[in-house]
């Protein structure tokens, strides 16, 4: 049964966010848009989450630390990048201390451009995430691993 | 005398009635907080994923432990409604928490650590008052047996209102709800990570999960006891005494484990030490 898909739990980290994309985040959580509604709940433990998602962009600081959540996510999991920060390094790219987007640490499933993302827009992109962890789901338990090429 | 029927319909049922009860409590809460909130299934849905994801262990004997502490609520739950000895529950149930809490100390992880320390500061504080209310049952019915408490004829109620309010203040804590939801919560995940439930993931917070549904019906077939005299009374009352709750866990904070510990104590000691003394002295019905 597909109970993946009723119940995604997300650990949400700021990479080096200006807090726009943040703010953006904990809006779907207020009663306007309510993410509950699909069984999302922001958890704070990456070891009960199922969907990472990063806000900002890559910084020497943040690297280690993306990849210990990353790590500490029993699978399937999906790393969903919010805001052109995490996608690219967006205004930031070109900074001396900026390593770019968040798939320079660790592999991104689904990337939400945007400054800052709309919440209608997390809202979308956790749910083609949806689409995403249920084929890794599938992969795994065929007894493949289920990170595709690992 | 042991009802076994009693016993294996709450081992299949309970799951499913918790369940259920945790689902119209998540429903509520969102639509109290003006949210339209998780389908009701929403607890099922939970638990069935996390027995999809990949098992990660922390350390070998936390799978025995949590395994265990669902093993020993079942088995308490069980027994309470098969009609068996109050005092035999209460403590398999309190057996129950500990082996949580060993489940917790066993992973060596600060954010546990906590979990577990906090953990035991709420069996200090609720243990005493669960004590005394099988000595309430016992000292109002003459005995120690489920099936006699529940086969009273009298409402129970009237001769154990000290005992109640004390259970009911108790309640708060045992549910996990707030203000008394210290060792770990069902909102508020983002404290002290995820208290005692921290290092466990997939399928063994699956089995937390569950146990903790046991244990809702469990409590609520405890209270059912003082209204065990006519069972509509007593639907009745446990929908009020649950929706209570709700209420309590969305209007108050959480406060700090010190005063949970020192108002719990007060509260359920004053309480029930008045009402034991009177019923010893004055009455009974
Ligand atoms: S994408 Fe825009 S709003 Fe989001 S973190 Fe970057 S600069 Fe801030």
């Known amino acids: 049964m597909a109970y993946m898909k009723r119940s995604p739990w997300i650990i949400h980290y700021d990479g080096s966010s200006c807090n726009g994309c943040d703010i953006e985040v904990l809006a779907c959580l207020t009663p306007l848009y309510d993410v509950e509604r699909f069984g999302i709940i922001n958890t704070g433990n990456p070891k009960h989450a199922d969907i990472l998602v990063v806000t900002g962009s890559v910084n020497e600081q943040s690297r280690q630390v993306i990849r210990n959540i990353y790590d500490q996510m029993p699978e399937p999991k999906v790393v969903v990048a919010f805001g052109i920060c995490a996608c690219s390094g967006g205004v930031f790219r070109e900074c001396y201390n900026v390593d770019g987007g968040i798939d320079q640490v660790i592999p991104v499933d689904v990337y939400v451009p ?37 | ?72 609520i079942a088995f308490s739950g069980a027994l309470f409604f098969a009609g068996g000895d109050l005092l035999l529950v209460v403590f398999a149930l309190t057996l129950a928490h500990v082996l949580l809490v060993l489940g917790a100390y066993s992973a060596t992880s600060p ?52 005992i109640f ?27 002290i990570v995820k208290g005692v439930t921290t290092e466990f993931s997939g399928s063994t917070l699956g ?3 569950v146990a903790h549904w046991y244990e809702t019906v469990f409590l609520l077939g405890l209270f059912w006891l003082f209204f065990a005299w006519s069972p509509v009374i007593a639907v ?16 108050t904070a959480r406060v700090r484990w010190g005063f949970a510990l020192r108002s719990i104590w007060a509260v359920t000691l004053v ?3 008045a009402n034991l003394v009177w019923l010893q002295y004055f009455g009974g019905l």
């Open chain 2, 1 to 72: 005398m042991i009802n076994v029927l009693f016993a294996v319909a709450f081992l299949v049922l309970a799951p499913i009635l918790g369940g259920l009860i945790a689902g119209i409590d998540r429903k509520l809460t969102a639509r109290m907080q003006g949210r339209v909130g998780p389908p009701v299934l929403q607890p099922f849905y939970d638990v069935g994923k996390l027995l999809e994801k990949e098992h990660v262990i922390v350390s070998v004997s936390q799978n025995f432990f949590v395994l265990a502490y669902l093993v020993f």
């Open chain 2, 207 to 209: 089995m937390v999960e």
């Open chain 2, 236 to 251: 009745i009352a446990l929908a009020i005494l649950y929706l209570a709750e709700i209420f309590i866990d969305n209007a």
């Open chain 2, 165 to 191: 309010i004390g259970l009911f203040y108790v309640l708060t804590m045992k549910l996990r709800k707030s203000p008394f939801d210290i060792a770990t919560s069902h909102h508020a995940h983002q404290e």
């Open chain 2, 111 to 162: 954010y546990s650590f906590i979990g577990a320390e906090r953990e035991l500061v709420q069996l200090m504080a609720y243990e005493p008052m669960v004590i005394l209310a099988a000595a309430g049952f016992y000292l109002a019915t003459g005995s120690f047996s489920v099936m006699e408490i529940a086969a009273f004829p009298r409402p129970l109620i009237a001769v154990l209102p000290g």
């Open chain 2, 271 to 273: 309480l029930s030490a």
């Open chain 1, 114 to 150: 945007g400054c800052p993302v709309r919440p209608e827009q997390i809202i979308d992109g956790v749910v083609r995430a949806l689409g995403v962890l249920e084929e890794k789901r599938a992969r795994m338990k065929s007894g493949e691993p289920a990170e595709a090429g690992v």
